[in-house]
């Protein structure tokens, strides 16, 4: 009887305890009025979003998560609820330069990006009015002579009355198509379109096709008032990936059959224990049984 309380009362500390762990919220946390004071100078425009998306993704996300609801890889704050969205802009940048337990301070980053985060973060709950978005295309050409490598992308406006318009100024990404997600190439500076709606890159060397070099370029779009588009491309400027089992080098990224050496190893030496530990527990079941059954007779 004694054994059922103690065991009850431990599941119920237990219980109670997670339940807290995962209902606490943070402290309350407030700016100083001087600086809840100070107006947001960075106007909330496509540009500053866009800015601010760049370096919610790269700066934010992993902890606030994809729409800012604090259920990232940590706890975070939520930065959706009403009593986030009442304070003021200054009050969220004294916070964000001024940092709190696992909260980063951002002191060092320039104030104009910090501002345009905070713009973000208030139009990722923004009840958003459903604007339709427009249409675009996205074309290819490739320039096979001469081993110039180069990929030009063209971004045309779909009108509603069936037209396609050059678009100017739209970001376009590159990728060589991956088994995983695409691989992102040139990299080095954004890729605006010009006024025919078009953007070049040289395609970089050295990137991994199939067993004939064969690769997949993609282009995409991914801009705030238009569909997302893409469209993909196949060249043969690929490094060749060898067939060979034994000579080929083996990485993480790579099919099953290139798998490190070290990652079987782990693996196999993983299973191999846990199996071990299986088979000695029921070994030493079956002992007890037996003994139990000499003990019988
Ligand atoms: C390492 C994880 C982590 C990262 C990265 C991070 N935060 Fe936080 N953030 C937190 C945690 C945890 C809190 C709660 C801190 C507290 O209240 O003690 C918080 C709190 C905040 C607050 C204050 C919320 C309030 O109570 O008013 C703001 C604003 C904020 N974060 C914005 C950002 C922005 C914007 C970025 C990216 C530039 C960012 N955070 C990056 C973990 C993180």
Same mark, same amino acid.
């Given at each position: 009887?004694? *054994?059922?309380?103690?065991?009850?009362?431990?599941?119920? @500390?237990?219980?109670?305890?997670?339940?807290?762990?995962?209902?606490?919220?943070?402290?309350?946390?407030?700016?100083?009025?001087?600086?809840?004071?100070?107006?947001?100078?960075?106007?909330?425009?496509?540009?500053?979003?866009?800015?601010?998306?760049?370096?919610?993704?790269?700066?934010?996300?992993?902890? !606030?998560?994809?729409?800012?609801?604090?259920?990232?890889?940590?706890?975070?704050?939520?930065?959706?609820?009403?009593?986030?969205?009442?304070?003021?802009?200054?009050?969220?940048?004294?916070?964000?330069?001024?940092?709190?337990?696992?909260?980063?301070?951002?002191?060092?980053?320039? /104030?104009?990006? #910090?501002?345009?985060?905070?713009?973000?973060?208030?139009?990722?709950?923004?009840?958003?009015?459903?604007?339709?978005?427009?249409?675009?295309?996205?074309? *290819?050409?490739?320039?096979?002579?001469?081993?110039?490598?180069?990929?030009?992308?063209?971004?045309?406006?779909?009108?509603?009355?069936?037209?396609?318009? /050059?678009?100017?100024?739209?970001?376009?990404?590159?990728?060589?198509?991956?088994?995983?997600?695409?691989?992102?190439?040139?990299?080095?500076?954004? !890729?605006?379109?010009?006024?025919?709606?078009?953007? &070049?890159?040289?395609?970089?060397?050295?990137?991994?096709?199939?067993?004939?070099?064969?690769?997949?370029?993609?282009?995409?779009?991914?801009?705030?008032?238009?569909?997302?588009?893409?469209?993909?491309?196949?060249?043969?400027?690929?490094?060749?990936?060898?067939?060979?089992?034994?000579?080929?080098?083996?990485? @993480?990224?790579?099919?099953?059959?290139?798998?490190?050496?070290?990652?079987?190893? &782990?693996?196999?030496?993983?299973?191999?224990?846990?199996?071990?530990?299986?088979?000695?527990?029921?070994?030493? #079941?079956?002992?007890?049984?037996?003994?139990?059954?000499?003990?019988?007779?």
């Amino acid at each position: 009887m004694n *054994l059922i309380y103690k065991t009850g009362a431990t599941i119920f @500390l237990f219980l109670c305890t997670s339940f807290l762990a995962v209902s606490q919220d943070f402290p309350p946390w407030d700016a100083p009025e001087s600086a809840s004071k100070v107006q947001n100078p960075v106007e909330s425009n496509k540009e500053s979003l866009e800015a601010g998306k760049a370096f919610y993704n790269a700066a934010c996300k992993a902890c !606030h998560g994809e729409k800012g609801r604090g259920d990232g890889l940590i706890k975070a704050a939520n930065l959706t609820t009403e009593k986030f969205l009442l304070q003021t802009d200054g009050a969220i940048f004294w916070k964000m330069q001024t940092g709190r337990g696992q909260m980063l301070s951002f002191k060092a980053s320039p /104030p104009e990006q #910090i501002w345009s985060v905070i713009n973000y973060v208030r139009n990722l709950s923004a009840k958003k009015a459903i604007i339709a978005k427009r249409n675009a295309i996205v074309q *290819l050409a490739i320039n096979k002579q001469s081993g110039s490598k180069e990929v030009t992308a063209k971004i045309l406006e779909l009108t509603s009355d069936k037209q396609q318009v /050059p678009l100017e100024n739209i970001k376009v990404s590159f990728f060589a198509k991956r088994y995983f997600g695409n691989m992102a190439v040139a990299v080095d500076a954004p !890729h605006s379109t010009d006024a025919n709606g078009e953007t &070049t890159i040289t395609f970089p060397d050295g990137i991994i096709g199939d067993e004939n070099g064969a690769l997949t370029i993609v282009a995409s779009i991914d801009d705030m008032d238009f569909n997302p588009a893409e469209t993909s491309e196949q060249v043969s400027w690929g490094l060749e990936n060898p067939k060979n089992y034994w000579t080929e080098r083996r990485s @993480l990224w790579k099919n099953n059959d290139y798998v490190p050496i070290w990652l079987l190893i &782990t693996f196999a030496g993983g299973a191999i224990t846990v199996w071990s530990f299986i088979i000695y527990v029921m070994f030493q #079941i079956m002992k007890i049984k037996l003994i139990g059954d000499k003990l019988k007779k």
